[in-house]
């Protein structure tokens, strides 16, 4: 739903973003502290989806004001 957003240059697109990429930071950031209780070898492991998806928003937020006024990007 949110790349057919985006693609067609829907208006709720930016807020669906905003919210996928909360939710996928929320889940890795979850994963780093729950994970390493949870199993028996208790090793780190650093999810690398949280360095594509911190970007991914600070993109989402930048261009929040043009989408909104129908500008050109």
Partial sequence: ???YSLWFEKSN????????AIVGIA??????FILPFSTADGHFS?????????PYYWK?????????????I
């Fill in 60 to 72: 989402i937020n930048k261009i929040e004001y043009e989408w909104d006024n129908l500008e050109t």
């Fill in 46 to 54: 650093l999810r690398l989806e949280i360095l594509l998806l911190i």
């Fill in 27 to 32: 889940i890795c950031i979850a994963s780093l």
């Fill in 1 to 3: 739903m949110l790349a």
């Fill in 13 to 20: 697109a930016i807020t669906i973003a905003k919210i996928d």
